[in-house]
């Protein structure tokens, strides 16, 4: 199974809003709505911040959005603040024979 | 409030087999709609499933390293484990043990434990 792909760096200056994307070359993200997104503070173990492409679950700022277009998943984060920087990971269901995939992740900067 | 934590030893040799725990507390591990898992961390990359499995015994591996892995639920102790035989340099990571959700839940990672790094060297 192939990894996605995720541009190793973002960064947004506060009150902007950035996207980050989550590409698969084929099958994975395209395929199913089982796209789920992770922050990771440094030292942290990571926290679901969006599952099934564009749920957010309870607790989760609603400044944090999630979309799918083709093979491509995308991450939202409107209006930055200080406590967004973090690395951002996206993953997707593979198949029932398969564990699942995650990409590179993406480590955002707010200037 | 579900805790998992993990246990084994911090440094392997290389061809040996690389064992760890993970104790779930606050809930019990024989639950129908939550598989139980292990992710690893590269120091300094991005996060690369390992495997899952159901307690009533159904796994899912990464097929990169299926051959290696094996991935076991114990129920009478709530608690799973990971083999992974063979270890290599490569196979040096931070070792999270994590509950995901099924596919009608929306099979995602909910829990994750604190990990514990792995180190592979003589």
């Known amino acids: 199974q192939s990894a996605l792909a995720q541009p190793a760096s973002v960064s947004g200056s506060p009150g902007q809003s950035i996207t980050i994307s989550c590409s698969a070359t084929s099958g994975d993200v395209g395929s199913f709505n089982l796209v789920s997104w992770y922050q990771q503070h440094p030292g942290k173990a990571p926290k679901v911040i969006i599952y099934?492409?564009?749920k957010r679950p309870s607790g989760v700022s609603n400044r944090f959005s999630g979309s799918k277009s083709g093979n491509t998943a995308s991450l939202t984060i409107s209006g930055l603040q200080a406590e967004d920087e973090a690395d951002y990971h996206c993953?997707?269901?593979?198949?029932?024979?398969?564990?699942?995939?995650f990409g590179g992740g993406t480590k955002l900067t707010v200037l | 409030q579900l805790q998992l934590q993990e246990s084994g030893p911090g440094l392997v040799k290389p061809s040996e087999t690389l064992s760890l725990t993970c104790t779930v507390s606050?809930?019990?591990?024989?639950?129908?709609?939550?598989?139980w898992g292990w992710i690893r961390q590269p120091p300094g990359k991005g996060l690369e499933w390992i495997g899952s499995?159901?307690?009533?015994?159904?796994?899912y591996y990464n097929p990169s390293l299926k051959s290696r892995a094996t991935i076991s639920v114990d129920t009478s102790k709530n608690q799973f484990s990971l083999k992974l035989r063979s270890v290599t340099a490569t196979d040096t990571a931070l070792y999270y043990c994590?509950?995901?959700?099924?596919?009608?839940?929306?099979?995602?990672?909910?829990?994750w434990g604190q990990g514990t790094l792995v180190t592979v060297s003589s």
């Open positions: 099934e492409v564009s």
């Open positions: 606050g809930d019990s591990i024989r639950r129908d709609s939550y598989c």
């Open positions: 993953c997707s269901y593979a198949g029932s024979s398969a564990s699942g995939v």
């Open positions: 994590a509950r995901r959700t099924d596919y009608s839940s929306g099979w995602y990672v909910d829990n």
């Open positions: 499995s159901y307690y009533s015994g159904s796994t």
